[in-house]
């Protein structure tokens, strides 16, 4: 069965390093998204993409953060300058057709992401 | 705006008893809901979704959830907890207006005793 996967699975860096988290969707999906989970809190939505550009983003999707789809197969998220609240599990999630919210978004494994 | 509580951040079951999850949802638009399950170590998997079909919803692995509009209630639950089900359960609303970002809930860890 197809799958999203993420690397690296784990990534511990330095406050004010920039950090890229790599995900592959599921091969014939059109809609990627980020979503990201502090550690005892909420899972909460980051980002939308959608034909090659942003879609809809949330107030943390700050300036610090991009995205990029560089080829056909990866999707990844950019953090330019770490924080120590940037310290989180990051998960990539893709979505089959541009048919609205009801689809399923797919969910891949998870980077962890520690800043020090 | 839209937001979901699920009443309990931990549960504790026996091994064939009933599972019981708690989900309450807001949302100014009709939602779409969602309950989404994640073993150690894996990404979130869809149990199953409310998309204003059926009010009753079956999905994977024994589990069902049924939409209730007047309680903004969506519950989840299997009658036999099978060691297997131990993991945690998100529950996650969405709507036309909300774009197709998911709200999710604090998540309900779930431990099965024998």
């Not at chain 1, 999906?29 to 879609?55: A, C, D, P, T």
């Not at chain 2, 079951?13 to 309450?24: Q, T």
Request: hydrophobic content about 35%; aromatic content about 12%.
């Amino acid at each position: 069965e197809p799958e999203v996967t993420q690397t690296p699975s784990h990534q511990v860096t330095q406050m004010g390093q920039e950090v890229i988290l790599r995900c592959v969707p599921i091969s014939n999906h059109l809609y990627f998204y980020w979503y990201r989970q502090i550690l005892g809190q909420k899972v909460e939505f980051l980002v939308s993409f959608y034909n090659n550009e942003i879609s809809e983003k949330s107030e943390i999707f700050d300036d610090q953060f991009s995205v990029e789809r560089p080829d056909g197969s990866n999707f990844t998220l950019k953090i330019r300058s770490t924080k120590l609240e940037d310290s989180a599990m990051y998960f990539c999630a893709s979505s089959a057709l541009a048919g609205g919210p009801q689809e399923t978004q797919y969910f891949g494994p998870g980077t962890r992401l520690l800043v020090l | 705006a839209q937001s979901v509580t699920q009443l309990g951040s931990h549960v504790s079951v026996s091994e064939g008893a009933l599972v019981l999850l708690r989900c309450n949802y807001s949302s100014s638009v009709p939602p779409y809901l969602f309950w989404y399950v994640q073993y150690p170590n894996q990404g979130l998997q869809l149990l199953l979704k409310y998309t204003s079909a059926a009010t009753l919803v079956k999905g994977i692995n024994g589990f069902e959830a049924e939409f209730k509009k007047s309680e903004t209630s969506f519950h989840l639950t299997k009658p036999s907890a099978h060691m297997s089900d131990a993991a945690e359960y998100f529950c996650a609303v969405t709507g036309e207006a909300a774009g197709n970002k998911l709200t999710f809930g604090g998540g309900t860890r779930v431990l099965v005793k024998p």
